[in-house]
């Protein structure tokens, strides 16, 4: 089991950078797939970046691709997502997941953390 706390959220305007970070707990972050999803007010909870457990292979969907960097530190138990030119439509509570598998639904994920809120000012 592992025990995922997410941090770096926080108020920003339109076209500024965060870098969220997901510290792991308990079992090394080695042994899974590793996500970030977000969650916007009164909508479903959507994959927004993924990566393998070595860092070798990530995925994005194409709503974020080229604006989101999912990173990890296998030896610091950490992952990150970098998120450059923030738009007002990125505003959303955004959660780190830990899986088995390389999927992108959130059902592919068995641990997951409280979330981080990201609200974006036009």
């Known amino acids: 089991q592992v025990l995922l706390v997410e941090s770096g959220g926080g108020l920003v305007q339109a076209g500024d950078s965060l870098r969220l970070s997901c510290a792991a707990s308990g079992r090394t972050v080695s042994s899974y797939v590793m996500a970030w999803f977000r969650q916007a007010p009164g909508k479903e909870r959507e994959f927004v970046a993924r990566?393998?457990?070595?860092?070798?292979?990530?995925s994005y969907p194409d709503s974020v691709k080229g604006r989101f960097t999912i990173s990890r530190d296998n030896a610091k138990n950490t992952v990150h997502l970098q998120i450059n030119s923030l738009k007002p439509e990125d505003t959303a509570v955004y959660y780190c997941?830990?899986?088995?598998?390389?999927?992108?639904?959130?059902?592919?994920?068995?641990?997951w953390g409280q979330g981080t809120p990201v609200t974006v000012s036009s």
């Open positions: 997941a830990a899986g088995w598998a390389l999927g992108v639904g959130v059902r592919d994920y068995n641990y």
């Open positions: 990566i393998d457990w070595s860092g070798a292979s990530t």
